[in-house]
């Protein structure tokens, strides 16, 4: 008997289940807003430069300060091609000769322009605060509007490899309840930072801190649920993530101060931190550490609220230790991220999920991050974006459940692949068409990540699982890093972003067919099971399988 058998003796989907997925999914809610909140808190309104009347200019004009008539306005600033105000450059010196007439220019030459000086006038009708206003990252500062978010996936980088490993030694709850007080203290922080640096230092532990709940979710979840019903409770904390993104344009709406929506999305993770304390730690996790006591504890407590006193009575520590012989003499040995490489079939697992992971992100991230650039209602194509998960998740659990992991990762990367590319070829005129296709292109992206948790969680073994875990995912925010820098190459070729998204998706769609696949098999507890069943070709099953036209729980699934 091994530990899976030993979860579905205390019940498979009972009463604890459901409480520890419920409490486990709600904070990914939230998570999902902050992921994407880069499209509000910087978002960029119009804007142009500031002018400065002087004595001469308040005379000649009869007004004293801003804001001017356009027609004034004119005599200021120079024209872009769409024959408004420009948004980065002011003549050196006043045109008077061009106020009240439709002239664009005198003496057939073109004035001298420069940089804006006294800073920008922004419309603030949408948006009455954002970073960009704050501190004007606009025009030649405009690289710096990218670098907060990359600054933030940084710290998801440096989160996912730190935190991962602490995770493997100290306990996943520990971490856990860890992050939600990192969260919520460096949310608060960054709603208040009086500068853009120390804005990007708490953005940079706000990164750290998501990465710390993503990981520990992910393995809290799949470690203390039977195999059986894992997709289900995957399924069900996806869903928790896809309701952030619907609900953030609503919260954004309402709250149109970056500042206060910051802070409102950041307060409640005080809340997850208080109730985390009842989250039990991995038993899994407990006796592979040697901490059999602590692990019979947690399961006799599993036991009783699953309504299984007798089954629980049974479980005693001896009978922990002959259940588990095998994977606690493997657990006595050192591990640590150099493990993922040493042998042949670890190793392959290492280098497609790292390809698939940085892929996932990259291209998600390329697309969700820049709203504004589809000439769309921000607010609506946030809803749009967020409400296709919805559809491409539950294919993506139907794949995951009757056809398999490695399918559904390899298809779902390489269709978003082949939209993005044909979005290349639409007219801009076609806008109806161009949001369709960038909509299914990011619900398969969003299925691909809710595969891409489940998938690496199942391959790797429990002794260097969360390292694994927090491997990729040290990829998956190397992509997102990258993604908004990459979006600045338009500016020289429009077509080149898309091309890059869609290129990396399709090489990693292709790679995902060299997983072994992990449908209805029992989760390794040791690096050895690894090799040895994907040599053989035969995984341990599941004693039930579910039968196909099973009824699947509402417990489901999880940027």
């Given at each position: 008997?091994?530990?899976?058998?030993?979860?579905?003796?205390?019940g498979t989907?009972?009463?604890?289940h459901?409480?520890h997925?419920?409490l486990?999914a709600?904070?990914?809610?939230?998570?999902?807003?902050?992921?994407l909140?880069?499209n509000?808190?910087?978002a960029v309104p119009?804007?142009?430069c500031?002018?400065?009347l002087g004595?001469?200019?308040?005379?000649?004009?009869?007004?004293?300060?801003?804001?001017l008539r356009?027609?004034?306005?004119r005599?200021?600033l120079?024209?872009?091609?769409?024959g408004?105000?420009?948004?980065c450059?002011?003549?050196?010196?006043?045109?008077?000769?061009l106020?009240?007439?439709n002239?664009t220019?005198?003496n057939?030459s073109?004035?001298?322009?420069q940089?804006?000086t006294d800073?920008?006038?922004?419309?603030r009708?949408q948006?009455t605060?954002?970073i960009v206003?704050e501190w004007?990252?606009?025009?030649?500062?405009?690289?710096l509007?990218?670098?907060?978010?990359s600054l933030?996936m940084?710290g998801i980088l440096?989160?996912?490899?730190i935190l991962g490993?602490l995770s493997d030694?100290f306990g996943r709850r520990t971490?856990l309840w860890?992050s939600?007080?990192l969260?919520?203290?460096?949310g608060m922080?960054g709603a208040f930072?009086?500068?853009?640096?120390?804005?990007c230092?708490?953005?940079?532990?706000s990164?750290?801190a998501?990465?710390?709940?993503?990981?520990?979710?992910v393995?809290?979840?799949?470690e203390w649920?039977?195999?059986?019903?894992?997709?289900?409770?995957?399924?069900f904390?996806?869903y928790?993530?896809t309701?952030g993104?619907?609900?953030l344009?609503?919260?954004?709406?309402g709250?149109q101060?970056?500042?206060l929506?910051?802070?409102?999305?950041s307060?409640?993770f005080?809340?997850?931190?208080l109730?985390?304390?009842w989250i039990?730690e991995s038993?899994?996790?407990?006796?592979?550490?040697d901490k059999i006591?602590?692990?019979?504890?947690e399961?006799k407590?599993?036991?009783?609220?699953?309504g299984?006193?007798e089954e629980a009575?049974?479980?005693?520590?001896?009978?922990l230790k002959s259940s588990?012989?095998a994977?606690?003499?493997?657990?006595?040995?050192t591990y640590?991220a150099?493990?993922?490489?040493k042998t042949?079939?670890v190793r392959?697992?290492t280098f497609?999920?790292m390809?698939?992971?940085?892929?996932t992100s990259f291209?998600?991230?390329g697309?969700a991050?820049?709203l504004q650039g589809?000439?769309?209602?921000?607010y609506?194509?946030?809803?749009?974006f967020g409400?296709?998960?919805?559809?491409?998740?539950l294919?993506?659990v139907c794949?995951m459940?009757?056809v398999?992991?490695?399918?559904?990762q390899?298809?779902?990367?390489?269709l978003?692949a082949?939209?993005?590319l044909i979005?290349i070829?639409?007219?801009?005129?076609?806008?109806?068409?161009?949001?369709t296709l960038?909509?299914?292109g990011?619900g398969?992206l969003g299925?691909?990540?809710?595969?891409?948790?489940l998938y690496?969680?199942?391959m790797?073994?429990t002794?260097?699982?969360?390292?694994?875990v927090?491997?990729a995912?040290?990829m998956a925010?190397?992509g997102?890093?990258?993604?908004?820098?990459?979006?600045?190459s338009g500016?020289y070729?429009?077509?080149m972003p898309?091309?890059?998204?869609?290129?990396?998706?399709?090489?990693?769609?292709a790679?995902?067919?060299g997983?072994?696949?992990?449908?209805n098999?029992q989760?390794?507890?040791?690096?050895?099971?690894?090799?040895?069943r994907?040599?053989s070709g035969?995984?341990p099953k599941?004693?039930v399988i579910?039968e196909?036209?099973?009824?699947i729980?509402?417990?489901?699934?999880?940027p």
């Amino acid at each position: 008997m091994g530990f899976e058998d030993i979860l579905e003796k205390l019940g498979t989907a009972g009463r604890f289940h459901v409480i520890h997925i419920v409490l486990l999914a709600i904070p990914l809610a939230l998570l999902s807003t902050h992921n994407l909140l880069q499209n509000f808190v910087a978002a960029v309104p119009d804007h142009r430069c500031r002018v400065r009347l002087g004595a001469e200019g308040s005379r000649y004009l009869n007004v004293t300060e801003e804001p001017l008539r356009e027609e004034f306005l004119r005599v200021f600033l120079p024209l872009d091609e769409e024959g408004r105000p420009d948004k980065c450059r002011m003549y050196t010196s006043p045109q008077w000769h061009l106020l009240g007439t439709n002239e664009t220019q005198g003496n057939g030459s073109q004035p001298d322009t420069q940089a804006c000086t006294d800073g920008w006038v922004y419309d603030r009708s949408q948006f009455t605060m954002t970073i960009v206003t704050e501190w004007d990252l606009v025009c030649n500062r405009k690289p710096l509007r990218h670098l907060a978010q990359s600054l933030y996936m940084a710290g998801i980088l440096v989160g996912s490899i730190i935190l991962g490993r602490l995770s493997d030694r100290f306990g996943r709850r520990t971490v856990l309840w860890l992050s939600h007080l990192l969260m919520a203290v460096s949310g608060m922080c960054g709603a208040f930072s009086s500068s853009f640096p120390l804005y990007c230092f708490w953005r940079v532990l706000s990164g750290m801190a998501v990465s710390g709940l993503a990981l520990n979710t992910v393995c809290l979840g799949i470690e203390w649920i039977p195999m059986k019903f894992r997709i289900c409770a995957a399924t069900f904390c996806n869903y928790f993530y896809t309701l952030g993104q619907l609900i953030l344009p609503g919260i954004a709406y309402g709250i149109q101060d970056g500042r206060l929506l910051f802070l409102a999305l950041s307060v409640p993770f005080y809340v997850f931190f208080l109730y985390s304390w009842w989250i039990p730690e991995s038993a899994r996790w407990l006796v592979m550490n040697d901490k059999i006591d602590v692990a019979l504890k947690e399961l006799k407590r599993v036991a009783r609220m699953n309504g299984k006193k007798e089954e629980a009575e049974e479980i005693t520590a001896a009978f922990l230790k002959s259940s588990m012989e095998a994977e606690l003499t493997s657990s006595k040995g050192t591990y640590n991220a150099f493990d993922l490489f040493k042998t042949p079939t670890v190793r392959r697992i290492t280098f497609c999920t790292m390809s698939i992971w940085f892929s996932t992100s990259f291209s998600y991230y390329g697309l969700a991050l820049d709203l504004q650039g589809f000439g769309v209602d921000i607010y609506l194509i946030q809803l749009i974006f967020g409400a296709i998960d919805i559809p491409a998740k539950l294919v993506g659990v139907c794949t995951m459940s009757y056809v398999g992991r490695r399918f559904t990762q390899g298809t779902s990367l390489i269709l978003a692949a082949l939209v993005i590319l044909i979005n290349i070829f639409v007219p801009e005129d076609l806008q109806a068409v161009r949001v369709t296709l960038a909509a299914i292109g990011k619900g398969s992206l969003g299925a691909s990540f809710a595969c891409c948790y489940l998938y690496v969680s199942e391959m790797y073994p429990t002794v260097i699982r969360q390292t694994g875990v927090g491997f990729a995912n040290t990829m998956a925010r190397v992509g997102a890093i990258v993604a908004p820098m990459v979006r600045l190459s338009g500016d020289y070729l429009p077509f080149m972003p898309m091309t890059i998204y869609g290129g990396m998706a399709i090489l990693s769609g292709a790679s995902a067919f060299g997983l072994p696949e992990t449908l209805n098999t029992q989760l390794p507890d040791t690096v050895e099971d690894v090799e040895s069943r994907w040599r053989s070709g035969k995984a341990p099953k599941a004693d039930v399988i579910p039968e196909p036209g099973a009824r699947i729980p509402l417990v489901e699934q999880r940027p």
